[in-house]
């Protein structure tokens, strides 16, 4: 149903024709952010227009914008993958299902989606890539989304929490649950806790039971991971991560199972890969979801096949995922950490507090 058809039947759609966005035009630092008044995106036939009432920001913004991955930046850019807001358009065909829209992401019929539903969209669109990666994000007032990315917000969890979970929640919920299978009583090593999947993984680690050894830099960050769960904690800045897991768990022994940790959860790559290899106990496991300190990394084979173990990958999440973790956070199960609240003004320095570490969790932004 078209905008018109639903002002004909006496719907108030209220959005402007013109709309605040935080945009760059090149690749570089903070300074090449630019809050711009814009005009108001149209949502083609089978997208709605959501009006953008609270957005996050992940890793990947910074390094988007200083263009340190291999992606193609369509310029002008708006950064922000995470967001959730409420319906206030419907494109001419939006109650119709989309021919071209993959089976995997239509969980729900077209046609229940009306103006005012409150949304936080799984952020991956077939043909365009990622929301903040590869297509305009969602740091400004309204956004566009295909009708077959939505996902309805449970009416108890807030739009900041929302925004929280799809992409760090989600690659944490599929890297912990579906990939690794972490069990009950197991000992989880997590290096780089303190981020958005680090602080998910050891609230899901705690939930499934497991003993959790969470590696961080900073006092103040590793003072957190106690408080939102971890049993051990380990500062990277002024500790080895070798002698505090022997520490904690002992020294990994040749078929001598309960030595070392079981489960490694590292996304930072790098060196990290080749220490970690070494804590790890007989039949353990590690798996990653990315390489943020670089994906060139050392695996040291004789660790590999003495202590039998795993190497795993995990990539990304599912819009069933997605809707699992809003069931978690609806029943009290599981609570986003956000550690600021901001304005769209404020996002540009938002954006350096990630760059310079200084983040422990989310920052949501509010257009």
Not at 35 to 60: D, H, M, W
Not at 133 to 150: D, H, K
Not at 294 to 319: A, I, K, M, V
Request: charge should be negative; aromatic fraction near 6%.
């Amino acid at each position: 149903m078209s905008v018109a058809s639903h002002a004909r039947e006496g719907l108030k759609l209220s959005f402007n024709k013109t709309m605040r966005a935080l945009e760059f035009d090149k690749h570089g630092g903070v300074d090449d952010l630019q809050l711009r008044e814009i005009p108001t995106p149209q949502p083609a036939a089978y997208e709605v227009l959501v009006k953008v009432n609270a957005a996050s920001l992940n890793g990947f913004d910074p390094m988007i914008l200083q263009g340190s991955t291999e992606l193609k930046t369509p310029f002008p850019m708006v950064p922000g993958g995470d967001f959730a807001g409420e319906i206030v358009a419907l494109g001419e065909r939006a109650g119709e299902p989309d021919p071209d829209a993959p089976e995997f992401l239509s969980l729900f019929d077209a046609d229940r989606w009306k103006v005012g539903d409150r949304v936080a969209p799984f952020p991956f669109v077939m043909g365009e890539g990622m929301t903040g990666e590869t297509r305009r994000g969602a740091l400004c007032e309204y956004i566009t989304m295909p009708v077959s990315n939505l996902i309805p917000i449970p009416d108890n969890v807030s739009d900041e929490d929302a925004a929280s979970l799809p992409i760090a929640y989600g690659t944490a919920y599929k890297m912990m649950y579906n990939v690794a299978k972490v069990r009950s009583r197991e000992n989880v090593l997590i290096l780089g806790a303190t981020g958005g999947v680090g602080t998910c993984a050891v609230q899901l680690a705690k939930a499934a039971g497991a003993n959790v050894i969470a590696a961080g830099r900073g006092d103040w960050k590793v003072q957190k991971l106690k408080e939102i769960g971890a049993d051990h904690v380990i500062d990277t800045a002024n500790e080895d991560v070798i002698a505090a897991c022997r520490d904690i768990v002992g020294k990994p022994r040749m078929m001598v199972p309960g030595r070392g940790v079981d489960l490694v959860i590292n996304y930072i790559g790098g060196d990290t890969w080749s220490t970690s290899l070494k804590v790890i106990g007989h039949g353990g496991r590690m798996v990653t979801c990315g390489a943020s300190a670089g994906y060139l990394s050392e695996t040291d084979l004789r660790y590999l096949w003495t202590y039998e173990l795993q190497l795993l990958g995990s990539n990304g999440w599912t819009p069933g995922d997605q809707m699992l973790l809003f069931g978690m956070v609806s029943r009290g199960e599981l609570k986003p950490i956000i550690q600021d609240v901001r304005s769209l003004a404020d996002a540009p320095a938002a954006i350096q507090d990630l760059i310079d570490r200084n983040v422990f969790g989310k920052i949501v932004i509010k257009p």
